[in-house]
């Protein structure tokens, strides 16, 4: 082989070796990968999850009114579900106070006063008003959400049923128990709350007599 065709075959592999990487520096200029902020893998999550997130430290509003979520509440099934909070509470009438301060004839009782002195937070303080029902619905949804800066880290009760079957047992933790709200009076017939007899003059339908 002489010089001239050795030239031609050093010649023909520096042009393959210039155009590949020629190629490699363009498809690297077009194709650049992304380097992420932080090591790690992206996962995807729904929307409505992620504005359950945002939304974990705001008040959580009931989905119905207490007045009637009551006409089907019942004081024994919310007993049970007290049970949990008997850590923190005492119900009964001369209970003493725990880490939560003592229940009885607590609605429609001042918020943030006595209590046989219990210490209250100086936001349930400043939040003042009375415990009636519809307060005792919203603070037992989300407790930290309602009152921020209270001293109570309960979760709270998210079942709608669950909540009125607790504040049907309260109600009935006093000598005076405060009067339902009107919807709560005029219960269906199942929604009978803590065993209370229907009113003296409320019409009772009669059995058919055989014929």
């Not at 009438?93 to 004839?105: D, F, I, Q, S, T």
């Amino acid at each position: 082989m002489n010089s001239f065709e050795l030239n031609k075959v050093l010649g023909a592999i520096l042009g393959c070796c210039l155009i590949t990487l020629a190629l490699n520096i363009a498809a690297g200029a077009i194709f650049a990968p992304q380097k992420p902020a932080k090591p790690g893998y992206a996962v995807a999550v729904k929307e409505e999850q992620q504005n359950a997130g945002s939304k974990g430290g705001e008040a959580q509003k009931p989905s119905e009114p207490i007045e009637a979520l009551l006409a089907n509440a019942s004081a024994d099934r919310g007993k049970q579900v007290a049970r949990q909070c008997q850590a923190c509470h005492t119900f009964e009438k001369g209970g003493p106070n725990r880490v939560g301060p003592n229940l009885w004839n607590i609605v429609g009782s001042p918020r943030g006063e006595d209590r046989g002195g219990f210490a209250f937070s100086d936001a349930m303080k400043k939040k003042g008003g009375k415990w009636t029902y519809d307060e005792l619905n919203k603070f037992l949804t989300h407790p930290q959400g309602y009152i921020p800066g209270t001293k109570m880290t309960f979760a709270g009760l998210t079942r709608d049923s669950q909540r009125a079957d607790v504040i049907a047992f309260l109600r009935t933790q006093s000598d005076n128990p405060l009067p339902l709200p009107k919807a709560a009076e005029n219960k269906p017939a199942g929604g009978n709350q803590g065993g209370q007899a229907p009113a003296s003059g409320a019409p009772q339908q009669q059995a058919p007599k055989a014929k």
